[in-house]
Nanobody, 123 residues
């Protein structure tokens, strides 16, 4: 079993920045993809960004140029640097692990999920 633990959420003003972290523990795999999703109240969970074991990345159009995903394989940790935050970025952010390639942008492709961390952007 794999456990994922997010941290770094909080309240920030529009235009500000936050950095989310997600640490994986338990069973590990030779290579895996880590993704970030978010879910706002009353909306479906949506893809934000993902990174492969080798560092390939993918982003949702809504966050391109503002968010950066990175990972430290030695620490089994993935990060999401969020800059120029907007009120519409307000959501619970989840990290997820996908054991298979290539990078997927749908929730059903991911095998393990964290509990989520709240990000609130005030206007």
């Amino acid at each position: 079993q794999v456990q994922l633990a997010e941290s770094g959420g909080g309240l920030v003003q529009a235009g500000g920045s936050l950095r989310l972290s997600c640490a994986a523990s338990g069973r590990t795999f030779n290579s895996y993809i880590m993704g970030w999703f978010r879910q706002a109240p009353g909306k479906e969970r949506e893809f934000v960004a993902a990174i492969s074991w080798s560092g390939g990345t993918a982003y949702a159009d809504s966050v391109k140029g503002r968010f950066t995903v990175s990972r430290d394989n030695t620490q089994n940790t993935v990060y999401l640097q969020m800059n120029s935050l907007k009120p519409e970025d307000t959501a619970v952010y989840y990290c997820a692990l996908d054991r298979s390639a290539p990078i997927a942008t749908t929730t059903k492709q991911y095998d393990y999920w964290g509990q989520g961390t709240q990000v609130t952007v005030s206007s």
